[in-house]
């Protein structure tokens, strides 16, 4: 990873991991994701790691972060550091997505 890419991901990362930030991104509109995965043939996509990507994607543009290699190392570097129970609000997310797609 050359050096400016490395820097881009340090400061998203930073940015994701900052505490005004960081409880926005547990949260998400399940109806919006249903509506919008409802078209996907495959709902074992719907995974909780999926979704915390989705919503970095969406904090990404918020802040015109737009090169996709930082936007990916930045969410397994934020991925691997959050607490179970962090984690597992996304399960949970996932979860519900995939019953209401079945639904």
Not at 40 to 55: E, G, M, P, S
């Amino acid at each position: 990873m050359d050096t400016n890419t490395k820097r881009e991901v340090e400061n998203f990362v930073s940015h994701l991991q900052n505490p005004v930030i960081f409880p926005g991104l547990l949260q998400l509109d399940i109806n919006s994701y249903i509506r919008t995965l409802q078209q996907k043939v495959n709902i074992k996509q719907v995974t909780a790691y999926n979704l915390f990507k989705k919503r970095i994607t969406e904090e990404s543009r918020l802040i015109n972060v737009t090169d996709g290699k930082v936007i990916g190392l930045s969410a397994n570097i934020v991925w691997r550091n959050m607490a179970s129970a962090q984690k597992n609000v996304f399960v949970i997310y996932a979860r519900q997505v995939r019953s209401s797609i079945r639904n």
